[in-house]
């Protein structure tokens, strides 16, 4: 189900995420609930009419007229810089949504799930997650999660908890690592992936989410691997 009209929204809660990011929590009457992995468009109106939209996607899922996103700023954009640094919780907006039906998890289908995100693209993936780990059981998940460093990963406590709960998590970092860790830095590469991720034989679904060429090296990865390309479902993103 989807509306096909703005909805006014309010910001109900924005919480910094890291330095750059932002967690915000919308109130949006007659919202009608969205699967995880959804997304939606938001829409700013300035003082004088001009009017600036953005998709944005969504980490929350099922019903209720609440929808929460995390923001991770693109400086030289429209939308993001208001919505990480500017906006405070009774400030309006207009979302639309919920949008998108292919990168969707569907909590009935048992197969096993890999989820592999770079940067941000963490947000529709931690829906998923979110969605399992509310599950008394269910398909098996892990998570690859690639950052530039921890400072940088949105919903890192988060990611952690859901580790300790059960959620096979490997991370990775191209700039610098924590202290003590034992992993190697630098962009992932096929083998690493390989080591991360479900073997081919075990068929997992596969969602991948992030910046254009991370995507792109890691869907190509697990193709080279032997994974079906139809059950490796992306979502790529680039500035806003």
Known sequence: MRTSDWLAARVADAVPDTAHGRRLTLAVPGWPGNAPGQH???????????????????????????????VDEIPEGEVSPYLVRVAEPGDALEVKGPLGAYFVWDPADPSPVQLIAGGSGIVPLLAMARARAAMSAGAP???????????D????DEVERLGAAGLDVTWAYTRQAPTGWPGRVGRLDAERIAQATWMPAQHPLTFICGPTSFV?????????????AARVKTERFGGS
């Open 40 to 70: 939606l468009d938001i829409r700013l109106t300035a003082p004088d009419g001009y009017q600036a939209e953005r998709s944005y996607s969504i980490a929350s899922s099922g019903p209720g007229e609440s929808v929460e996103i995390a």
């Open 153 to 156: 990963a949105l919903y890192r």
């Open 216 to 228: 792109e090296a890691a869907a190509d990865a697990m193709v080279a691997a032997g994974h079906d």
């Open 141 to 151: 998940f892990r998570l690859l999660y690639s950052v530039r460093t921890a400072a």
